[in-house]
């Protein structure tokens, strides 16, 4: 009997390494970390997104540096969940953008770091899924993506 992938003309989408699963869960996981973390940090110091939205030109400047932090923790939670999920679909540009934000988040670490304000668990984390994604499997999976491309 022949291919049914043939007759129809779909592209059989390659299987997913375990490695790459357990590296999208464990970035996911992060991702809703700084989700969290920004919503408390936000919650903590009294903003309300809906009630403060048209207040933001009478916000004082230390209200206004906590309120930063929070919108950088939830656009870096955010972009680490889309990114964990196109690992998932063993998208081409996957990779660079998870190592990429891991960078990232181990930068703001070492700022934070430097501000006597260490999270030694985020940078941990960080570290650990850099050493994650540079697995030979983790980037074989997305040099085979690519080179069917």
């Known amino acids: ?14 299987a997913l390494p375990r490695s790459v699963l357990i590296l999208a869960v464990i970035q996911t996981l992060q991702g809703l970390g700084l989700l969290g973390a920004g919503l408390y940090q936000g919650r903590r110091a009294g903003w309300d997104v809906w009630t403060r939205f048209a207040e933001w030109q009478y916000i004082p400047l230390p209200l206004f540096e906590s309120l930063s932090n929070v919108l950088v923790l939830l ?15 063993l998208a081409s540009w996957a990779w660079l953008f998870s190592m990429t934000l891991q960078g990232l988040g181990l930068f703001i670490g070492l700022v934070n770091y430097l501000r006597n304000r260490p999270n030694y668990v985020g940078m941990a984390m960080g570290i650990f899924l850099v050493f994650y994604l540079n697995l030979d499997e983790v980037q074989a999976a997305f040099r ?6």
């Not at 291919?3 to 989408?13: A, C, S, V």
């Not at 870096?76 to 998932?88: E, F, K, N, R, T």
């Open 1 to 14: 009997m022949s291919n049914p992938h043939k007759i129809t003309g779909e592209k059989k989408r390659p």
């Open 75 to 89: 656009v870096l939670g955010s972009a680490m969940i889309l990114v964990s999920l196109a690992l998932v679909r």
């Open 144 to 149: 085979r993506k690519r080179d069917r491309v």
